[in-house]
Structure formats: C-alpha cells, structure tokens
C-alpha cells in the first residue's frame, strides 16, 4: 500500500466515521425531541398545579383563620360556662341557706 492508498484509506474511513456520527446525532435528536403539542401539554399542566397550589394556600388560610374563631370562641364559651357555674353555686348556696332559715322558722316557732 503506497502513500496515497494509505491517505484515501484513511479520508474515507474519518469520511465514515463522520457520518455515522452525523447519523447516530440526528437519531439522539429526532427520538428525544419535544414537540409543540407536549410543550402545550406542559403548560397546561404548569399552569393547573399553579392553581392547585393557590387553592391549597387559600384552604391553608382559611382553615388558620376558622381555627382562631373556634379558639376564641371556645374561650367565650369555657368563660359564660365558668360564670355559670359560679351562679349555680351561688344559687345553691343560698338555697341551702334559705332552706335552713326555713327550718329554723318551723322548728323553733
């Protein structure tokens, strides 16, 4: 083989090589290509997790805000429960006295 055997054996194999490595980039890019309708799909998708996230941020908010009210509206009721129980105390105490006045009055009259 003489020099310039040698020199076209070697142009055509890099000529080769380049392109099967021009083929095999041009299949990598045509599978893993996205499309305009995926891109679309994506959006859309972007777009309702956006929404679902803000719907989650305002139930969140909600819920804090139904969570204070019932708090406080726990404390209004332990403390009208708390005065009434204090009445009821009051009332039988009083009824416990009146009901020893009135037997004093009978028995002593």
């Known amino acids: 083989m003489n020099r310039t055997e040698f020199i076209v054996t070697i142009a055509?194999?890099?000529?080769?090589a380049f392109?099967?490595?021009w083929f095999?980039?041009?299949l990598v890019h045509?599978?893993?290509?996205?499309s305009q309708s995926d891109i679309g799909e994506l959006d859309k998708l972007a777009q309702a997790?956006?929404?679902a996230e803000e719907m989650r941020d305002k139930a969140i908010a909600y819920m804090e805000q139904r969570e204070i009210d019932m708090n406080n509206k726990l404390s209004q009721t332990?403390?009208?429960l708390g005065a009434a129980m204090e009445g009821l105390r009051v009332a039988r105490t009083e009824a416990e006295e009146l009901r020893s006045y009135i037997e004093r009055q009978n028995s002593g009259g």
């Not at 055509?12 to 080769?16: A, H, S, T």
């Open 12 to 16: 055509v194999i890099l000529f080769v």
């Open 19 to 21: 392109c099967l490595g």
């Open 24 to 26: 095999a980039n041009w």
């Open 30 to 34: 045509r599978f893993s290509r996205v």
């Open 49 to 51: 997790v956006h929404e």
């Open 78 to 80: 332990e403390a009208e």
